[in-house]
């Protein structure tokens, strides 16, 4: 190009009337080019834009409650839902052969194309299906009845159709002459009743089951550790033995209370009818939220959807985790992240000290800085696949077999767990810290460490007092990345220690309260499996956008907050070398 | 310090100087906590690099295991009395007891370790010799034949109990540390202060007579099948006349009196012809083949899937030169067939139906693979029960350990002295020993620790002819119910499907990801700038698993569903650009100038809008004109021809041939010529050239293609073909997406650290940004740029969520865009959690994350090595 230009010139000289019109060649300006470089970004902003705005959005409205559409199709059944979401899609031959040649016709001046909703219809129970797709050539008539009341139930998913009858302790009732706000208060009084029994049974009994299993298991490692036939192990059956028979009477006086509780529940009950009059009658304490829904003011729609917000965040899933809250999947993000960070920070500060202000600059160094760097681009399967192997099965195994043998063959540390986890994953953002905090360090000035050196201080004190004080604002930018990698990595997680549904907190009331042994659940591990593994996806995909809203909003967080740190840290120090 | 100073200066002189003489040494605290962090610090740093470097050595010690073939851990041999003709022998899967069964009926036992004598049973033959011996491939059940053309079933299996640890006989003799014996039955130790006792017991049936005229039965098969309730037991025998038989025997157990009944139904396989010396004798567990052996070599197949009328199905020479057949049997699963040679092969055939078969049934024998040559005739042989290894052994005493998959001879073994035709041998149960025993109560007994025979370097990377293939493949499929499947490790198919998914993500990412930033560093608004780049920064921390969410449950269907429109776009969305940009050339001069900047790019969004409305309006009439109408059934080849999608293909590639040939023959000329223009008229016929040139180009790419597709070429098959939901389209448009923002930032911080002074430099010579941009800040980020290009692919060659949820996973090896792929990360992520510790499989997964780590690592140095001699280079302009 350039020789072209040369060349251009040359000639120009020649003529020397084309001088003023050298501005005319349009084609140094590259226009095209430019339209086609600026395209590309416009377009990658508008993915990234277009998939944010997809996930709030979808996030943001799930809770929102929607209208129930009853919809008549043309073979004169009825179909109650809410409208889930609309599509084009292109019939069969087996579908078009069965319309009309109009309807025929309209589709083929359509490309083929027919519109068609998907209705959440609930009574999974009833009719065996959750979802349906409803054709538009389908539907004969839409309507918005008021009587209709939108159910989400402990089992069993949604239930979509009117209230046939009450039974309260026999008295039979309509919900007429109950009204609506009395079969809301009945319906809270027997949620606490369920809560209740939901609390002796995980709770009290939980108690009592654990202490009759630490009993055994201490029985189990007396007779390890000093044979069957000692006498300390006599000792220690005959007292577990009195112990545990204590214990069964508490069981049983706890099992009886809570039957108590649920013979009395039972008794008040109310039978659902779905939009083609099959009844379905539940105990009212099935009922997790009930609302008609086409019956709401504004704000009791805000009521609704706060509620469920509420619920997600603080509840546990419900429903093979398609439906309840989340609050362990946040619970264990949240601590295995934690963990991580504490794993992480000494070890990576330390090492970057080391590389920066111990180790004789080489090409040693140099090699080892490469190489720490790549690890950073090293996939993160792998370091799950190292965890498994080395964490898990290798330390962990020996764990066990030296500090937990009364446990084997189930294994105790032998397996995923929250601590190997969070090391999987310190190892795996250590290269992260590891270069922010190098980068932290270069950037404090060599005149101050000199400075302070002259006045005496040892090196110790010089990076005590001096640099890690300058550089924390960087080292702290190099953890809250770490944590936003290590938040949003589920690959490793998957191999060691994460599950689709842990009974137990890491972290809980037994001694020794912190347990780093257990499994957990992950906020992206739950997007996965709720999204792949579970019965219908369909249904799952609400609560999957909610949690993945959670997610990114805690990895924007995060990542924010660093990119503030960051530029703070760039402003202190604007005057020194960088 | 300070304090120091105000002492000295306070006190009275003396004192003074003698503090400040003291103070002068540092004070201990200072020095040991120095020494301290010094020590921490040190150890600390060196630790963590350490670590860093362990993984990588912790993945090699995993897998290394894999390449080796496994040691001998014992070697017995002993002497057992007394010699007898041997026809069978057997051992317990716990390697306790073994046995010898004589021509007589006579069965005894001794104890493998240490060669002990233990009980003698007797099976009551009647007074006669069995002369030919067939048995299950458990070894339990045998049958056998007399010279009176009779056959007798008989079951002999050891009996294992685990009893309580106080349950020793008192009268019990200590055998070896493990065992203990009463004289018929040995106790072992085991963990958890238990007792496992173990015995062999026999029960012999009546004879059934098999062969009308009496004849000797000389060879004979057997297999039982049928449920428990209801075996059905199946054999075929060859008398003495030269008369082969499939007979059949049915129990059935009559309620009332609780009695079993047996009968026997026969039927005479075709004639076999005169005077063939039948050598061995084989039949499948189904009952639906039955395999004749000469000694010359040729195998007579039958078909017997219709009892009542066998058929012939093939004749075939296993030995087509002078050699004998000295041996054949089958492998495990009965699907391949091992036949031995008097000249030592071995030679290994499989049963498959190829289209070309032209024999009866439409199956073939197949040589398949000649294994490792013996020097002397081979006349042992033991398959394994567990999986695809083999024992053979020669007429010189040597045993030879092999696996057939992966066509290895993991041990050689040698006895003293050489075997004879009577000589037994057998491969335990679990694959860990061997025993050997001959007619003169010679014992050898070798117990080895074999792991992983199924794994070379060619299983895992080579094309490997597994059981009932037609053609060596490159295939993975790790793990299924049964002994008698074959596990397929072959990594390449993952090796392939990684680089299908790399691939067609940088194909969309670089693109992008490049012209973006170079866009972003040398046109962008400073103050967009400052917003755009956060955010694609912030992108790279997004959580892969929401993009898999995203690309398998909405992405794919929404594409599935128009496919013709999505493919419409790539090149829709270029077109609009352009034609978008001709136009802006085409305005007033002075709205050009207002409209510069901010307001300039925002249009650009709106032609990009354009471009994706186009794409979705004229989706489908684009399938119509170039599809056919139906876009999935023209991949599927159903309908049309390859022509409209050659075309397509063709088309950039002939603009850009067609954009060289003008600016080489005409560019100086026309440029010039557009001189002599006036500035409102020469944009117009700038682009009325490109528009010609796009027509000149179709007319090109239409003429290539259908010479191309005369001369028998359809796209179809290659890159594209049958389409599957979630496919590679769908895999590349997210992972691209995904690694955007990496490259994007990389490449914009090395174009961005090209100095000022350059493109100072260069505009105060008269060119403009683009020339600058192009000619010489891009040169100068050249590496830089390339650098973050092979970061980009590091990332996507180890991503794991996104192809895990949008790839279907299917091992397959096509470069088909709408096909589904496998890659290394998400075989481990599957796999993994099912495998077992210290399998194969789990090795397997673990030379799977090396092979990751390797690639990813070298990428990552290439790009780290070139970036930093970038950084240098850039420091020193």
């Known amino acids: ?578 | 310090m300070a304090i120091d100073a105000n002492d000295a200066s306070g006190g009275n002189g003396k004192t003074a100087i003698g503090i400040i003489r003291r103070r002068k040494a540092t004070s201990r605290a200072v020095i040991i906590s120095d020494k301290i962090a010094d020590w921490v610090i040190t150890v600390g740093g060196l630790m963590v690099i350490l670590a860093v470097f362990g993984i990588m050595v912790f993945l090699v010690q995993v897998a290394f295991p894999l390449f080796l073939n496994g040691d001998v851990q014992e070697s017995r041999d002993y002497v057992v009395s007394p010699p007898k003709e041997l026809i069978w022998v057997d051992a317990d899967e716990y390697l306790t007891i073994g046995i010898r069964i004589g021509d007589d009926g006579t069965v005894s036992s001794f104890h493998l370790d240490t060669g002990t004598k233990l009980q003698t049973l007797n099976l009551d033959f009647g007074g006669q010799r069995a002369i030919s011996v067939g048995a299950t491939s458990k070894r339990d059940n045998l049958a056998f034949g007399f010279e009176d053309g009779t056959v007798r079933f008989a079951v002999i299996a050891p009996k294992v109990e685990i009893l309580t640890g106080d349950s020793m006989p008192a009268s019990a003799q200590r055998l070896n540390d493990r065992d203990m014996t009463d004289g018929s039955a040995v106790y072992s130790q085991i963990p958890g202060n238990q007792l496992r006792r173990i015995t062999f017991e026999t029960k012999l049936e009546d004879p059934q007579k098999i062969s009308d005229e009496g004849a000797a039965i000389i060879a004979i098969d057997y297999r039982i099948g049928g449920t428990a309730e209801r075996p059905t037991r199946s054999f075929v025998t060859v008398d003495a006349n030269g008369i082969g038989r499939v007979s059949r025997t049915e129990t059935q157990f009559n309620l009332l009196t609780q009695e079993a009944t047996t009968r026997v139904g026969s039927s005479t396989l075709p004639e076999l012809p005169q005077g063939l010396r039948v050598s061995k004798l084989l039949m499948t567990s189904q009952a639906d083949q039955v395999y004749i052996a000469s000694e010359e070599g040729d195998i007579y197949r039958y078909d017997t899937r219709d009892f009542a009328k066998p058929r012939l199905a093939e004749t075939f020479n296993a030995f087509p030169g002078d050699e004998r057949l000295t041996l054949l049997a089958f492998l495990n699963g009965e699907q391949g067939l091992i036949a031995g040679g008097s000249d030592g092969a071995v030679r290994v055939f499989y049963r498959l139906q190829p289209p070309d078969a032209r024999t009866e049934d439409g199956y073939k024998l197949t040589l398949i693979r000649e294994m490792e040559s013996h020097s002397s005739p081979v006349i042992g042989f033991s398959a394994s029960q567990r999986n695809k290894t083999l024992v053979t052994m020669d007429l010189d005493g040597n045993v030879w350990f092999r696996h057939n998959t992966s066509d290895q001879t993991l041990l050689k073994l040698k006895r003293d002295g050489a075997s004879d035709e009577g000589t037994q041998l057998m491969l335990a149960p679990r694959n860990d020993a061997v025993l050997l025993v001959d007619g003169s109560g010679q014992v050898n007994f070798w117990t080895f620790y074999v792991p992983h025979p199924e794994t070379t370097a060619e299983t895992i990377f080579g094309k490997i002819w597994y059981e009932g293939y037609l053609q060596p493949t490159y295939t993975w499929q790790s793990s299924s119910g049964t002994d008698v499947f074959e596990p397929k490790f072959s990594l390449t198919p993952l090796i392939f499907g990684t680089l299908k998914a790399t691939v067609y993500s940088l194909l969309f990412a670089i693109p992008i990801a490049l012209l973006g930033a170079i866009y972003t560093s040398e046109f962008l608004h400073n103050r967009i700038r400052a917003t755009v780049k956060p955010v694609m920064e912030m992108m790279e921390s997004l959580p892969t698993v929401v993009l898999g969410f995203v690309a398998a449950l909405l992405l794919a269907p929404i594409v599935e569903t128009w496919i013709a429109a999505v493919l419409l776009a790539f090149g829709a969305l270029p077109l609009s650009l352009i034609a978008a940009a001709y136009i802006w050339q085409s305005l007033p001069s002075q709205l050009k100038l207002r409209l510069e900047g901010v307001p300039k790019f925002c249009l650009m969004f709106v032609v990009i809008g354009i471009g994706c409305y186009l794409a979705y309006s004229g989706g489908p009439m684009f399938e119509r004109i170039f599809f056919y109408g139906d876009l999935k059934a023209w991949t599927n080849g159903d309908i049309g021809t390859g022509l409209p999608f050659l075309f397509l293909a063709l088309f950039p590639l002939s603009f850009l041939a067609v954009a060289y040939v003008f600016r080489r023959l005409v560019g100086d000329r026309y440029r010039l010529m557009l001189r002599e223009f006036s500035a409102s008229q020469a944009p117009l016929v700038d682009g009325l050239r490109w528009l010609i040139m796009l027509l000149v180009s179709m007319v090109v790419s239409y003429i290539l293609a259908a010479a191309l597709t005369a001369a028998g070429y359809d796209p179809r098959g290659g890159v594209v073909d049958t389409y599957v939901q979630r496919n590679a389209l769908v895999v590349g448009f997210v992972m691209g997406f995904a690694i955007i923002p990496n490259i994007y930032t990389l490449a914009e911080d090395a174009l961005n650290s090209v100095p000022s002074s350059l493109r100072a430099a260069s505009l105060a010579a008269g060119a403009t940004p683009w020339q600058t941009a192009m000619w010489v800040v891009l040169p100068t980020a050249m590496s830089g740029v390339f650098a973050a290009v092979m970061i980009g692919m590091g990332r996507a060659v180890g991503e794991t969520m996104i192809v895990l949820m949008a790839a279907g996973n299917t091992p397959v090896l096509d470069w088909n865009i709408f096909n589904g792929l496998r890659t290394l990360s998400a075989n481990i992520a599957v796999e993994l959690p099912e495998a077992v510790q210290g399998g194969t499989l789990y090795r397997m997964l673990f030379l799977a994350a090396l092979s990751l780590f390797v690639m990813t690592f070298i990428i990552n140095t290439i790009a780290e090595i070139i970036r930093q001699r970038f950084r240098k280079r850039a420091f020193q302009l």
């Open chain 1, 1 to 578: 190009m350039t020789a072209t230009v040369e060349k251009d010139t040359i000639r120009s000289e020649a003529k020397p009337r084309s001088v003023r019109k050298y501005s005319a060649d349009i084609s140094a300006m590259g226009e095209p080019f430019l339209w086609g470089l600026g395209g590309a970004l416009a377009f990658g902003i508008i993915l990234i834009v277009g998939f944010l705005a997809l996930i709030f959005w979808n996030g943001f409205t799930t809770f929102w409650p929607k209208p129930i559409e009853v919809v008549t199709i043309t073979d004169g059944t009825r179909v109650a839902g809410e409208p889930f979401r609309s599509e084009q899609y292109r019939p069969g031959p087996e579908i078009l052969s069965g319309l009309t040649d109009d309807q025929r016709a309209e589709i083929v001046a359509d490309e083929g194309f027919v519109g068609r909703t998907l209705y959440r219809t609930g009574n999974y129970d009833v009719t065996g299906e959750d979802f349906r797709w409803v054709s538009n050539f389908q539907v004969t008539d839409r309507a918005y009845p008021k009587d209709f009341f939108f159910f989400e139930r402990q089992e069993w998913g949604a239930f979509v159709g009117t209230i046939a009858s009450i039974d309260l302790n026999g008295r039979k009732l309509s919900l007429e002459e109950l009204t609506l706000p009395g079969l809301e208060a009945e319906q809270e009084a027997a949620r606490d009743r369920f809560d209740e029994v939901h609390h002796i049974e995980r709770t009290d009994i939980g108690n009592v089951n654990h202490e009759i299993n630490e009993l055994r298991l201490d029985l189990r490692r007396a007779a390890l550790r000093h044979g069957e036939g000692s006498p300390e192990y006599q000792e220690l059956q005959q007292s577990n033995e009195a112990r545990i028979a204590e214990l069964q009477k508490d069981y049983l006086a706890l099992a009886n209370q809570a039957r108590a509780i649920k013979e009395e529940d039972r008794k008040y009950r109310i039978t659902l009818q779905t939009v083609n009059g099959e009844e379905k009658e539940i105990a009212i304490s099935q009922i997790v939220r009930f609302y008609a829904a086409n019956d709401l003011s504004f704000f009791e729609k805000v009521g609704v959807y706060l509620s469920r917000w509420g619920e997600f965040v603080s509840e546990e899933p419900r429903e093979a985790n398609t439906e309840g809250g989340i609050l362990p999947a946040i619970f264990g993000t949240v601590v295995m992240t934690m963990l991580m960070v504490i794993i992480v920070a000494p070890f990576g500060v330390i090492t970057a000290l080391y590389l920066r202000e111990y180790a004789k600059q080489g090409r040693l160094v140099t090699i080892v800085r490469i190489s720490v760097n790549n690890l950073a681009g090293v996939p993160s399967i792998v370091y799950g696949v190292f965890g498994v192997g080395f964490f898990a099965y290798m330390l962990g195994g020996s764990i066990d077999a030296l500090f937990y043998p009364e446990r084997l063959p189930s294994p105790t540390f032998g397996t995923g767990g929250i601590l190997w986890s969070a090391l999987t994953l310190a190892l795996l953002t250590v290269p992260v810290v590891i270069v922010a905090t190098e980068e932290a360090l270069s950037a404090v000035p060599r005149s101050m460490r000199e400075g302070s050196l002259a006045c005496g201080a040892s090196k110790w004190q010089t990076i005590k007092w001096i640099v890690l004080p300058r550089a924390m604002p960087g080292v702290m930018t190099g953890l809250i990345l770490a944590m936003a990698r290590g938040a949003g990595e589920v690959a490793p997680l998957m191999l060691i220690g994460v599950v689709k549904l842990a009974p137990e907190l890491p972290i809980d009331g037994f001694f020794p309260y912190v347990h780093l042994e257990r499994s957990f659940m992950h906020l992206g591990f739950h997007i996965f499996d709720v999204g792949f593994q579970s019965r219908n996806s369909e249904a799952g995909k609400p609560m999957v956008f909610v949690t993945t809203l959670l997610l990114i909003g805690l990895i924007v967080l995060m990542n924010s907050s660093a990119i503030y740190v960051r530029n703070r840290l760039k402003k202190k120090f604007a005057g020194s070398q960088f």
